[in-house]
């Protein structure tokens, strides 16, 4: 018969910490610390696989496990010489979960099981407390009542609050014996009006009812909230672990505390906890007393005592098991403790959620130490908390009222005035406002408007929209998709669903790592990057042999990305420089020029600049490759849309005002993203594309003649579909930079390569990489048309698949592998089979997301380029690539 049942007990245990997905991470932890002797109380864990099994048979358990779970309980009653049930010596458990991966707070535990009429008077005579017992008693039925049988505490809530305040009394301890055993009548009778039933006496349906409950928390909604938010998988399930009771509510030689062996949020090398005297686990985390510190390195005036001072003698034993513990583990424990009588017992261990910037400063700090050694430290700092050490975060500590929520596109705090355009949020900052742009979406044309804001508000578009991603690159917070707005740019208002209206130059705050829109100005906390973030970031790029360059279009962006680690720029986006306010003008000139000669006079207006841009960026990247995006977008983009702008432009452009609006309409498409756009324009208006490389190359020329710069210009054909369009534009790129190298006289070794953004250029990648020097992925579009979702319309229904399990994440965030891994995969090895030592790269904004980071270190990718503040994120999640190889 399999083996659903795990023993544990001081000295020796059936499992040990190897074993987490069978028995959880508590259970596996607690067999791990009865096993090298700490003082645990001694009980039993029911494996994962029986709560596979449960939800697989419409919650009916494997066969034998009963038979398992009786033969453990009589094992436990002879360790702790009790009878479960046993009414002149009883025994009481404790039943709670543990899952693999650590999800605190999120599923249901039972305390004090095992106590009915009986049983308490037993207890009472074996404690000599009547108080201790009856409190014992109303916390179980209460417990039970709302883990087991789904009553709302807050019903004992409120009759233990009116019974302390007929007493006149503050805290739940002062509560007498009389006062606890009428509590107790009064929770049974509140039980009994609910429920339509009794509560129950017999202890064997206690127990049973209580593990049902715990394996079906697994499933409870926060605790499917918190896998999804955190990638467990669902599969994995939960283990029940059984444990006799402790009590650290017998008296004042009792406690129970909570403690790390450092501090969590700075990682600071002491004994961080809290415990009160008296009380049971739950009172300490649910605030129902000011919890005391464990020991006096932080005491302040004004504390209560520190647990060094009330029981020294435990404090001692205390501090001796968190050595212990932590150069057993090698890591920063978060660990449960009781204190019955004066004797100390160690109830649960689990590696401790801590800060970034704890993390960093523990991992490296215990390399210092000689505990663990540097591919360890790499690996214990995760990627994605990176973010925290990068932008401004909401001070933890205060109050906020959140009106809305949308997608956590770019992360950060900010609050300013609200405003609805670009234009005026250009000229709020001229005059020293700090605002936020609310948009329903963006487009290109309001880049200066973002630029100028603090951070970006709007009601459509995903993860991936054109908010998302520039935000991203421009550092600053971004909530998109937020369909709890209705905004009206008439009235100059938005609207929320919980029924705020927010006017232009009300006050609102961001928060981009979690997607809230917050009323009014919050507090916020300033990212601390220490000496060990450099150490770290050091060891890992030791480690990791994927490159991780940065997509930036100006030298400002350049710079940063250089700052945070960046080998280079893997996508300059040109089309961001022609909406800079002194050349849009010029740019809408070109296009609605009637013939050639038109559209080249406007494009030598252009040029210049683009050549002052390349400079700028060559310069910044001091001789690190650069790719450069030949224009992509669809034209009409560039256009204005309202009369006024219209008119303007005709003026300038010396055409008459039906002229320039029958252009606008004509260029009009009802599916950009699929059409006149990308190397479709290059070949149709091979002008533009001309001016484009003749910058790039002047400004590569000029460099390397007056400057002596060692330059590699990548120069980037976007949206190929068929090797075709590649080899006609490749001729025409190589004719251009053939002929400013000769009028300078200078050669530069550039490159040609293209975005493999399409379905169909993946499956014809050995024909496509025939003509490039390299490939980029463009995975944003490449997802797009591989699932056939619009990444600024797909936010209205994703959640929905998500919650649901059609999809297991957002593919615009997280890279498919199934689907669209499958293209990078083939054609990366299609393209290299017919050139070998093909280079080839992403630059999407799975670039910086971790697991797919982590996907192009295992199909060999030579590179991955993001936003230049998702840079260290790369290169971590590169170095743990590279050292889950080894």
Known sequence: MEKYVYLFTKGQADGDRSQRELLG?????????????????????????????????????????????????????????????????????????????????????????????????GLIKLSG?????????????????????????????????????????????ELSAEDLQQLITAFKDSYRQVLGLDFPTDPQQQLWEAISAVFGSWMNPRAVTYRRLNNIPFHWGTAVNVQAMVFGNMGNDCATGVAFTRDPSTGENYFYG????????????????????????????????????????????????????????????????????????????????????????????????????????????LPEQLEQLLHPSIDPSVDKNIIAKGLPASPGACSGKVVFNADEAEQQKRLKERVILVRIETSPEDIHGMNAAQG??????????????????????????????????????????????????????????????????????????????????????????????????????????????????????????FFDVKRIQAVREMIVSADLQGRERALAKIMPMQKSDFIGLFREMKRMPVTIRLLDPPLHEFLPQNDDDIADLAAVAGMRFSEVKNHVEELHEFNPMLGHRGCRLGLTYPEVYNMQVRAIMEAACELVKNEHYEIVPEIMIPLVADVNELKVLREKVTQVAE???????????????????????????????????FFSFGTNDLTQTTYGLSRDDAGRFLPYYIENGLFSSDPFIKLDRAGVGQLLRMGTERGRKARPGLKVGICGEHGGEPSSVEFCHQIGLDYVSCSPYRVPIARLAAAHAALKDK
Not at 145 to 173: C, M, P, T, W, Y
Not at 286 to 297: D, S
Not at 742 to 767: H, S
Request: hydrophobic share 40%; net charge neutral; with cysteine.
């Open 25 to 121: 991470g508590k259970g596996a932890n607690l067999a791990e610390m009865a096993a090298i002797g700490l003082p645990v109380p001694s009980g039993f864990t029911l494996t994962t696989e029986v709560c596979k099994s449960f939800y697989q048979h419409d919650r009916h358990y494997p066969e034998g496990v009963d038979k398992q779970v009786n033969e453990a309980l009589k094992n436990l009653e002879l360790q702790m010489a009790k009878g479960f049930g046993d009414p002149l010596n009883p025994l009481l458990l404790s039943v709670r979960s543990g899952a693999p991966a650590s999800m605190p707070g999120m599923m249901d535990t039972v305390l004090n099981l095992g106590l009915n009429e009986q049983t308490v008077q």
């Open 129 to 173: 407390d009547p108080r201790f017992a009856f409190d014992s008693y109303r916390r179980f039925i209460q417990m039970y009542a709302n883990v087991v049988k789904g009553v709302n505490s807050d019903i004992f809530e409120k009759l233990l609050a009116d019974k302390k305040h007929a007493r006149g009394l503050q805290n739940d301890n």
């Open 274 to 381: 809290e415990f009160l005297v008296n009380a049971q686990g739950e009172d300490v985390v649910a605030g129902i007393r000011t919890p005391q510190p464990i020991n006096k390195a932080k005491f302040k005036l004004g504390d209560l005592p520190a647990l060094e001072d009330v029981l020294p003698e435990c404090y001692a034993q205390l501090l001796e098991h968190r050595n212990t513990l932590e150069k057993h583990f090698h890591d920063m424990q978060d660990i449960e403790f009781t204190i019955e009588s004066g004797k100390l017992y160690m109830l649960q261990t689990r590696t401790g959620k801590r800060t970034a910037q704890a993390a960093i400063r523990i991992a490296v700090e215990m390399v210092e130490q000689k505990l663990i050694n540097k591919r360890e430290a790499v690996l214990r700092v």
């Open 456 to 577: 970006i508000l709007t009601s459509r578009g995903g993860m991936t929209s054109h908010a998302a991603v520039v935000a991203r690159g421009m550092g600053k917070s971004c909530v998109a998709g937020c369909g709890d707005l209705h905004i009206d740019y008439e009235k100059q208002v938005m609207v929320t669903k919980s029924g705020y209206t927010i006017k232009r130059g009300d006050i609102i705050t961001l928060d981009g790592a979690t997607g809230e829109v917050i009323l009014g100005e919050v507090a916020k906390v300033q990212p601390a990057v220490s000496g060990n973030f450099g150490t770290l970031m050091s060891w890992a790029d030791k480690f990791r042999t994927l490159k991780v360059r940065a997509n930036a279009d100006t030298p400002h962006d350049a710079k940063v990305a250089r700052e945070f680690g960046a080998e280079g720029i893997g996508l300059c986006r040109t089309e961001h420089m």
């Open 739 to 773: 002929q400013v190298m000769a009028a300078y006289g200078v050669k530069v070794d550039y490159q040609i390569g293209t975005m493999i953004e399409l379905p169909r250029a993946a499956l014809l990648a050995d024909l496509i990489a025939l003509h490039a020097d």
